[in-house]
């Protein structure tokens, strides 16, 4: 899956493992969700454009690049999304932000759409997803088919933790959709959690478990 991105680094492998423990608390869990969004956030810029401009240092003036933040638009799928907009604004912080609200049945497991809202001339904008779980795939596949049917060209889709399943549920659906995650874990269980995963993200992020 050459569009799938994982970050392989030992200072992500070291939040990881502070991620991932049942003991850590909601406060340093949120740190490092926001931290390790900024990662992915990094990577996900590797290829953004540059506008040659000319600016003066302390010394001469120069030629030099710059992004036009207007060009992107960062778009959390709620709850569990937002625990990676500190970050991401950390990084980019005059990025306009959309959101889209979806719920997991915990019956049939099929995700249910109910907020969509994002900034205007979101077909003009790169639009970057962020979400820490991609368990199945149900969700990013619906947030980006929302998107692409308001006209958006280019999506990216950054997580934490990745199930193979849902990698190639995505893969399979939008084939043009870059996924960056810091991992890439070994499966999902009967209950579709993914395995050896975090265990809910959401209910971590925000202390309702």
């Not at 710059?66 to 604004?89: H, Q």
């Amino acid at each position: 899956m050459e569009n799938v991105i994982e970050l392989k680094h030992p200072l992500i492998e070291h939040k990881l493992a502070i991620l991932r423990d049942k003991t850590t608390g909601t406060k340093k869990f949120r740190e490092l969700v926001s931290e390790i969004a900024m990662f992915l956030c990094y990577e996900a810029l590797a290829d953004a454009k540059l506008t040659k401009t000319e600016i003066e240092t302390p010394i001469e003036k120069m030629q030099t690049g710059t992004i036009n933040e207007d060009d992107y638009a960062f778009i959390p799928i709620l709850r569990a999304g937002m625990g990676m907009l500190d970050g991401v604004i950390t990084v980019f912080p005059n990025a306009k932000i959309g959101h889209i609200g979806m719920y997991r049945d915990e019956t049939t497991f099929e995700p249910h759409n109910y907020f969509f809202k994002v900034p205007k001339d979101i077909e003009k904008r790169e639009v970057i997803i962020i979400d820490p779980m991609l368990a199945t795939g149900g969700s990013a596949i619906d947030a980006i088919d929302l998107l692409k049917s308001k006209g958006v060209k280019k999506i990216k889709f950054l997580c934490i933790i990745a199930a193979p399943e849902g990698l190639k549920a995505v893969v399979e659906k939008h084939k043009d959709v870059k996924i960056y995650c810091a991992h890439i874990d070994k499966k999902l269980n009967k209950n579709k959690y993914i395995v050896p995963g975090l265990g809910d993200a959401g209910d971590r992020i925000f202390g309702t478990k």
